[in-house]
């Protein structure tokens, strides 16, 4: 072996995979996990059900999941560990949280996310959080286990706010005499010759040293403890910058006031205003940075709120209004007009119409009757209702999606790891160019240098705090997630409103995503020699054995005419091609026709019926008796009123539409002629949803396939962002990135247009961050001086640099007012 590749790297990756009972099965999972890409080893051991992957590169985990799921086996995943971390500032401390989480043995990802104050870690069942939480402490940050009581946290999180508050008022009344006494003896000659003779200069020194050293003790006290012992550890972060900047005026100014003689002539000048003011204003942005970041999360404090607290359940033949905590699965809750449902449940009495906005973004109230689920949050409109629970605390839709939101909000996009990558070695290159600039001014500068070069160095480590790159992204995403919740649409993953955006193509599923997924019965015709009435007793008996919608649309027919069903023996389905069964002693085969040509049966006397049927959008179905054609059966899918309008907001947003469905190529053609559809794949079996995405990614590029996440699974997980489209209870959550909550397609090119105004705005204020500090930097070291003769006082540098924080955070509240798409078809 040679010694490059003695060093070479290596990266693993450990996976738990259930499933497996033998060699076959491991010999399909390495397979499956050596085709993605950047895996160079994959060995399967079945004795201890684990994967171990190799690779010369860090390796994406979801990715592999994702192919080993796509094999038919799953993957052991120990749940994710969340962590509170106190304590942070910037960007440079969540990556030194992520750092320091990384390096624990058995952590798999650690996603710190600063706007949330939070941590997402990953990892194997072996990592207990208290060693978790050692490692942050280490770090120089406290952590806690995350409580689900969220009141807890909400008002931990005011307290501070009313803390921050507090030392921002004291810290603005002692700094602002000191600013006055110096800053207006400059700037108002008539103020200083005032100053001069009725207080005198030394004794003006001497209150604003007691008022700086009251501002740097109290209020001041925070970017000390937490900035000092972060230098001591090679690891500066925002505070130590303040704490050094701060610290430098303030002892210059010491020397001067009580050993002047020390320092070279001309350079004996005090900078307590420059301390106390930038300490004032570095709490102000703070302050706002604060407020603001709890206006990034109110579209999950408003999901909190529509949890009701208590219920009305019948008990003992009394109704008694108690706790939620206390409702149980099966108890019957009563929901009276203006209520909101306690919990999700399933209506045992009463009609009334609820709306459910909340849920799907629909402003239309649902009619709600017995049979019918209702969700949690939402609000009865007008009739009293009795339901039967079925889902409640961590169980119930709502929870889910606030888990959901949670989880998307403190999730990492791709674009932020450029943004970690600077902020790690941002802080330290700072202090070295505030300590260059020292140096520069002190040698070169003219006189009194060293003032000048004091002046310019605090001013360079004021100006370049990386709070505004820190916040850039998580706070883009915390809105934006935050909005699509309150609009129906749930990113279950933040990397999707990345991919989203750049998706070329939108793959759908026809039914119950185009259509509203209820066919009905339409044509029912018979050959000579058999009767229709006996012929659609016979259809709706061995359809009566089948789930799928089409059949169910016979059954209905056929007990609207009130025909009796007919004893059905040996009935088979044969996937994607139709069933089989034998009634009265005699074989009936229903399918298509591909599925007649294969049992040997012509269809060509209904040729003419076929191609009239399909023209029209419905769906032909042969029926076969005894091995003879005896019937035709004519089925059709209503297309939801909302697919017109949607597809051609999907051509405005300039994507291209491919339609995927089992239906023959004729019935096919017809819809997408109808919804102006540019791609349409026919006669595709379950399986083969897989390889048209395929296909469509490497004809287009990014593909976004829309199904209803569960007879879809394999479609979903193949294309690069998969969309769940559904309503309320019926939504898989586990199968897609994204989840429309509503059952309109509306919801795609909102989803869509809502990623772009999100990466949008992330680009702005990553832009702005790194762009201000880039271009200011230069400034406040003195660049300007020699030829304009301007200078970046420390003071204005501490409002520029919080101002940044502000304009980062207010540019990503704007989110707050994106709106639904409007297009008409």
């Known amino acids: 072996m040679s010694s490059q590749q003695k060093n070479a790297v290596t990266y693993q990756e450990t996976l738990i995979i259930e499933g497996m009972t033998c060699a076959s099965c491991v010999g399909r999972v390495e397979k499956a996990l050596k085709k993605v890409e950047g895996v160079d080893h994959a060995n399967v051991n079945l004795a201890t059900e684990k994967a171990v992957i190799s690779s010369a590169q860090p390796l994406d985990r979801l990715q592999l999941i994702k192919a080993v799921e796509r094999a038919g086996y799953d993957v052991v995943v120990a749940p994710a560990i969340e962590l509170a971390i106190e304590g942070m500032t910037c960007a440079s401390c969540v990556a030194r949280v992520e750092k320091a989480l990384k390096k624990v043995e058995g952590v798999q990802q650690a996603n710190v996310n600063l706007a949330t104050e939070q941590a997402w870690i990953q990892?194997?069942?072996?990592?207990?959080?208290?060693?978790?939480?050692?490692?942050?402490?280490?770090?120089?940050?406290?952590?806690?286990?995350?409580?689900?009581?969220?009141?807890?946290?909400?008002?931990?999180?005011?307290?501070?706010?009313?803390?921050?508050?507090?030392?921002?008022?004291?810290?603005?009344?002692?700094?602002?005499?000191?600013?006055?006494?110096?800053?207006?003896?400059?700037?108002?000659?008539?103020?200083?010759?005032?100053?001069?003779?009725?207080?005198?200069?030394?004794?003006?020194?001497?209150?604003?040293?007691?008022?700086?050293?009251?501002?740097?003790?109290?209020?001041?006290?925070?970017?000390?403890?937490?900035?000092?012992?972060?230098l001591l550890r090679f690891a500066p972060d925002m505070n130590s910058l303040v704490a050094v900047g701060t610290f430098a005026a303030y002892s210059f100014s010491l020397v001067a006031t009580f050993l002047p003689h020390v320092l070279p002539k001309g350079t004996v000048n005090v900078y307590y205003e420059a301390a106390a003011v930038i300490v004032s204003l570095i709490l102000l942005g703070r302050y706002f940075e604060a407020k603001a970041k709890g206006r990034t999360s109110e579209a999950i404090q408003h999901l909190i709120g529509?949890?009701?607290?208590?219920?009305?359940?019948?008990?003992?033949?009394?109704?008694?209004?108690?706790?939620?905590?206390?409702?149980?699965?099966?108890?019957?809750?009563?929901?009276?007009?203006?209520?909101?449902?306690?919990?999700?449940?399933?209506?045992?009495?009463?009609?009334?119409?609820?709306?459910?906005?909340?849920?799907?973004?629909?402003?239309?109230?649902?009619?709600k009757v017995i049979g019918q689920s209702v969700v949690g949050g939402t609000i009865n409109q007008n009739g009293t209702l009795n339901i039967r629970a079925t889902a409640i605390g961590?169980?119930?839709?709502?929870?889910?999606?606030?888990?959901?939101?949670?989880?998307?909000?403190?999730?990492?996009?791709?674009?932020q790891a450029v943004v970690d990558k600077v902020t790690m070695w941002f802080v330290p290159v700072?202090?070295?160019?505030?300590?260059?600039?020292?140096?520069?001014?002190?040698?070169?500068?003219?006189?009194?240098?060293?003032?000048?070069?004091?002046?310019?160095?605090?001013?360079?480590?004021?100006?370049?705090?990386?709070?505004?790159?820190?916040?850039?992204?998580?706070?883009?995403?915390?809105?934006?997630?935050g909005r699509g919740a309150e609009m129906g649409i749930l990113f279950r993953k933040g990397e999707a409103l990345q991919l989203?955006?750049?998706?070329?193509?939108?793959?759908?599923?026809?039914?119950?995503?185009?259509?509203?997924?209820?066919?009905?019965?339409?044509?029912?015709?018979?050959?000579?020699?058999?009767?229709?009435?006996?012929?659609?007793?016979?259809v709706a008996s061995v359809e009566a054995k089948s789930e799928h919608p089409i059949a169910l649309a016979i059954v209905e027919a056929a007990q609207q005419e009130?025909?009796?069903?007919?004893?059905?023996?040996?009935?088979?389905?044969?996937?994607?091609?139709?069933?089989?069964?034998?009634?009265?002693?005699?074989?009936?085969?229903?399918?298509?026709?591909?599925?007649?040509?294969?049992?040997?049966?012509?269809?060509?006397?209904?040729?003419?019926?076929?191609?009239?049927?399909?023209?029209?959008?419905?769906?032909?179905?042969?029926?076969?008796?005894?091995?003879?054609?005896?019937?035709?059966?004519?089925?059709?899918?209503?297309?939801?009123?909302?697919?017109?309008?949607?597809?051609?907001?999907?051509?405005?947003?300039?994507?291209?539409?491919?339609?995927?469905?089992?239906?023959?190529?004729?019935?096919?053609?017809?819809?997408?002629?109808?919804?102006?559809?540019?791609?349409?794949?026919?006669?595709?079996?379950?399986?083969?949803?897989?390889d048209v995405v395929k296909q469509l990614q490497q004809k287009y590029g990014r593909v976004a396939f829309v199904g209803d996440g569960i007879n879809d699974a394999p479609a979903l997980a193949q294309a690069d962002v998969g969309i769940a489209i559904g309503t309320g209870t019926d939504v898989a959550m586990?199968?897609?990135?994204?989840?429309?909550?509503?059952?309109?397609?509306?919801?795609?090119?909102?989803?869509?247009?809502?990623?772009?105004?999100?990466?949008?705005?992330?680009?702005?204020?990553?832009?702005?961050?790194?762009?201000?500090?880039?271009?200011?930097?230069?400034?406040?070291?003195?660049?300007?001086?020699?030829?304009?003769?301007?200078?970046?006082?420390?003071?204005?540098?501490?409002?520029?640099m919080a101002l940044s924080s502000v304009f980062v955070l207010g540019n990503a509240l704007r989110l707050k007012y994106f709106h639904a798409l409007k297009f008409d078809a």
């Open 123 to 230: 990892a194997d069942a072996s990592v207990s959080s208290e060693s978790l939480i050692q490692a942050v402490k280490k770090a120089g940050y406290d952590a806690k286990i995350v409580s689900d009581n969220k009141t807890e946290q909400q008002d931990k999180k005011a307290n501070e706010l009313q803390e921050l508050k507090r030392d921002l008022i004291i810290s603005l009344v002692l700094a602002l005499p000191v600013f006055i006494l110096e800053m207006g003896s400059h700037m108002i000659p008539a103020f200083h010759m005032w100053v001069m003779h009725n207080i005198g200069q030394q004794q003006s020194w001497l209150i604003q040293f007691v008022l700086t050293t009251l501002v740097l003790i109290f209020p001041g006290r925070r970017f000390y403890q937490k900035g000092i012992p972060a």
């Open 306 to 367: 529509m949890q009701p607290k208590t219920a009305r359940i019948h008990q003992n033949g009394q109704i008694l209004e108690v706790p939620i905590s206390n409702v149980t699965s099966d108890s019957i809750v009563e929901i009276r007009p203006g209520e909101r449902v306690p919990v999700d449940g399933e209506v045992v009495e009463g009609h009334s119409y609820i709306d459910e906005s909340m849920i799907t973004g629909e402003p239309i109230p649902v009619e």
């Open 394 to 415: 961590e169980s119930s839709v709502l929870a889910q999606i606030i888990r959901m939101v949670e989880q998307a909000q403190g999730s990492k996009l791709p674009i």
């Open 430 to 481: 700072v202090m070295g160019l505030a300590l260059l600039t020292f140096l520069v001014w002190l040698f070169f500068g003219p006189d009194p240098a060293l003032t000048f070069g004091l002046v310019n160095a605090v001013a360079v480590l004021i100006i370049a705090c990386p709070c505004a790159m820190g916040l850039a992204t998580p706070t883009s995403i915390m809105v934006g997630t």
């Open 500 to 538: 989203l955006q750049d998706v070329q193509v939108v793959a759908v599923d026809k039914t119950g995503t185009l259509t509203e997924g209820k066919p009905t019965l339409t044509d029912f015709q018979v050959l000579d020699g058999f009767q229709r009435e006996h012929v659609l007793q016979i």
């Open 562 to 690: 009130n025909i009796s069903f007919l004893p059905v023996t040996a009935f088979d389905s044969v996937t994607g091609s139709g069933i089989q069964a034998e009634v009265e002693g005699q074989a009936v085969q229903i399918g298509a026709d591909r599925y007649m040509y294969e049992i040997g049966v012509n269809v060509s006397a209904f040729e003419a019926e076929a191609a009239r049927l399909g023209n029209e959008g419905k769906t032909p179905i042969y029926v076969a008796i005894g091995q003879k054609l005896a019937a035709i059966v004519a089925v059709a899918d209503p297309i939801k009123e909302s697919t017109y309008a949607a597809i051609e907001a999907l051509h405005q947003l300039g994507l291209k539409v491919a339609m995927i469905t089992g239906d023959n190529r004729h019935t096919a053609q017809a819809i997408a002629k109808k919804l102006k559809i540019d791609q349409v794949e026919a006669e595709v079996l379950p399986d083969g949803k897989v």
């Open 734 to 800: 586990e199968a897609a990135e994204v989840v429309l909550m509503s059952g309109s397609m509306q919801g795609i090119p909102n989803a869509i247009a809502l990623s772009k105004a999100t990466i949008r705005n992330i680009h702005q204020n990553l832009f702005w961050a790194f762009i201000y500090n880039i271009a200011l930097i230069p400034i406040a070291a003195g660049i300007l001086y020699p030829s304009f003769g301007i200078l970046l006082s420390p003071i204005f540098a501490a409002g520029a």
